[in-house]
């Protein structure tokens, strides 16, 4: 089975969010199962760096195509290497003002053009795919530019987080070499826009999503975002498959980020990465104060207010909070004031330090996720597999994921009573110990793996392709 994985961004080359987690693990865990999958990438600067001495195998009508294997599990990948499009430092949607390139859809529609004209039988190098597995808006172009020209492979559309669309202006249509057939309500047209998640959406032999749970929300009308008719006329093709993490980077008995290492046999240990974390991050040295941590984006979507509203009552029962993130700037300075107003209690840091996150999930005690949806989420699961029991609402992957109770804790409505009530539970069974212990080493023994994922991926590619 031939796979061309297409993504906009791949860990540990270029990363903004999960995305990059799902393209750095899930090809590896299908190469495991013995499939030939190559990943197709923007030739970022950071990207080339990383792969080093990349081999030239192809020239592209725009650009070249180099040729590399991943450092840590030596799967094939191809980058454009395109410089008037790619060669930008910092993040690959933004500028340095936090606004979109404004030639997304030709940085991208070039991402997708690609894809397609190696799945075609004019291909410029000697493999063809048997299946392209496009992954969001940036690649969602390419199972129409594979429609247009008459491809035989088949296309699978990923969506990771349906909120992130890809519209422009219907003017981008001819600019990026698509016809003017294809913008219509049966095609890429969405309420006037030029949409390259529609186009995906509408072309592919079949669409996935990150988890079961999320892919029934999206086809309602409160979580499909404008395209849960679509979805729904094609429910039968709607595939939810559930996330995993990588065990090797995420391994608490081996993270080289980690001051002390521990299993589910070894949970004492955890208490010395809890102290320098409090150390490390200005609170009280308490050993038995519980502490919650937050790693996270500070968007609305996360629901990072509610727990700003109910962090004092937290604090009046003896907690801790620490925060790591970034986002809304509203978000930072409500969290900035809460570790200014109670030192020793509260630590906020602004931005992203991947070495601080691993400790956070390893020093805490308990994990609070209140997104109001979350298509599947993986820190809750990097919760559990560390013994840190995550508050989770029960939307989308949360759900899927976390069993109240045995692994983590759930609310429902999506406010702050609910969440602090949740939080209260975890609290009542921390003070236990016996039970808080059961409740961390269940998460920590379950699988949580890419290995049955992959292979849920490897059984829709064959019903696709017949073989």
Known sequence: MRILFVTSEIHPL???????DVSGSLP???KALGADVRILVPGYPGVLRRLGNAEEIARLPEGRLLYSTMPDSGVPVMAIDHPPFFWREGNPYLDDRGSDWWDNPARFGLLSRTAAHLASSDSPID??????HCNDWQSGLAPAFMKFRGSAAKTVMTIHNIAFQGNFSPEWVEKVGLPAESYTMHGAEFHGHFSFLKAGLFYSDAITTVSPSYAREIQTSAMGCGMEGL???RSRDVRGILNGIDLEEWNPAADRHLPAHYDASSLDAKLEVKRELQRSMGL???DHAPLFGVVSRLTYQKGLDLVAECAQGLFDQGAQLVVLGSGDHEFERIFLQLSESHPGRCSARIGFDEGLSHRIMAGADIFLMPSRFEPCGLNQMYGMHYGTPPVVRTTGGLADSVSDGAT?????????HELYLAANRALSAYRQGDSFRK???NGMESDFG?????????DLYESLTGR
């Open 439 to 441: 409740i961390q080493r």
């Open 28 to 30: 590896a865990a299908l």
């Open 450 to 458: 890419w290995g049955k994922s992959a292979r849920e991926y490897l």
């Open 14 to 20: 270029i990363k903004t969010g999960g995305l990059a």
């Open 231 to 233: 979805l729904f006329s």
């Open 127 to 132: 493999w063809n795919p048997d299946i392209v």
């Open 408 to 416: 983590g804790f759930s609310f429902g409505a999506a406010n702050s």
């Open 284 to 286: 009280d040295q308490e």
